[in-house]
C-alpha cells in the first residue's frame, strides 16, 4: 500500500466507522460507494484483519476495527487541521466551523456574551450550536458530530475530558409571600417541607439536590418537574413551589419578582466548562473559541449577592 493512499483510506475507513454505512460515509466524502468499499477492502489486506462486521442494515466495528479508529482518528484529524493550524500559528483565522453543543439554559444564560465576543473577532468563522440536553450532547461528542460542548457535570465518564471555567452560587428562589420569606436564616431542614421545582431527574440539578439532601439525611419534596430555568422562575414566581437554582439564571428582572437567598452553606457551586471525548483533537477555530472563555468574564455574576428584601423581618 503506497503512503499516500493510506490517507484516503483511513479516512473512508473513519467515516463509515462514524456513520456505520459505506453509502453515507461515500456521500460525505463525495465519493461513490464501490470506491468505499474497495478502500476498505485494501486496508484490510494490508492490516490482515476484517474490521466490520454487518448486523442488519448497518456495519459495526470488529474489535481490530475499534483498535484502528482509535489509533487513526486522532492522526487524520491533525492532517486534516494542518491547514488551519499553520493559519492559527502564523496568521489570522477567517474561515472554517465550530461545533458547539449546550443545554437551553447554558445558550441563553451562559453563551450570549461569549458568542458576540467570539463574532467581533471571527466574523467569517461559522458557528453552529447544538441545542441538546446532556445525555444527547455526550453522544454528539462521542460521535465527533460536534467539537466539544459547553455544560455542567456532576459524574464525567472515563472517555471524557471536563475542564471547568466558571463557577456561580447555588440560590434558593421563592415568591415574596412564601412562607419561608419571613425567615432571615434558610437551613436545610426548612426547605425540606416544601414542594421544589425542580428540572427533570437525569439532569444535573436535579442530581445535586438529592445528593445534598441525602447526604443531610432529610427528605424532599417535587412537586412540579419541568425543563428550563425560564420556566421554573415563572412558576416559582407564581407561588406554585421553591427552587434551588443556579445564580447565573438570576436577571434583575427576576431581583424584581422573587425573593434569592444564598445557599451556598448546603450546595456545592455549580461548575460550567468545556466538554469534550478525551484524545479528540481540536480545530484551531474550536481552541480560539475556547480560548476567549475566560473566568473573569462571568466573575461579576458569580459573586453578586442578591439583595436583600427591606422591612418588616424578611432579612
Known sequence: MYKGNLLKHLRAFIQTARSGSVSSAAETL????????????????????????????????????????EMARPLVN???????????????????????AAGESTIMH?????????????????VHLHNVTGANGLGMIREDRVDFAVGSMLDVPADIDYQPIYHFNPVLIMSPDHP??????IRLADISPHGLILPPRRLTTFQMVDMVFRKHRLPFRVALEV???????????QGMGISIVTSICITDADRQRL???DMSEFFPRRSYG????????LSPQAERFIDLMSPELFSYEAEKEPPQIEGDDRG
Do not use: N
Not at 463525495?30 to 448497518?58: C, K, M, N, Y
Not at 493550524?85 to 458547539?100: C, D, P, Q, T
Not at 425543563?227 to 414566581?237: F, L, N, P, Q, S
Open 78 to 100: 491533525r492532517i486534516d487541521a494542518l491547514p488551519d493550524e499553520f493559519a492559527r500559528r502564523y496568521g489570522s483565522l477567517e474561515s472554517g466551523e465550530v461545533r458547539i
Open 259 to 261: 425573593l434569592i437567598r
Open 274 to 281: 468545556v466538554v469534550m471525548r478525551r484524545g479528540a483533537y
Open 180 to 185: 419561608l420569606a419571613r425567615r432571615r436564616e
Open 30 to 69: 463525495f465519493l461513490s460507494q464501490p470506491s468505499v468499499s474497495q478502500q476498505i477492502r485494501a486496508l484490510e489486506d494490508e492490516l490482515g484483519q476484517t474490521l466490520f462486521s454487518r448486523h442488519g442494515p448497518r456495519l459495526q466495528l470488529t474489535p481490530a476495527g475499534k483498535a484502528l479508529l
Open 227 to 237: 425543563g428550563g430555568w425560564e420556566v421554573i422562575k415563572r412558576y416559582v414566581a
Open 110 to 126: 451562559l453563551l450570549p456574551s461569549l458568542m458576540m465576543r467570539f463574532r467581533r473577532q471571527h466574523p467569517g468563522i461559522y
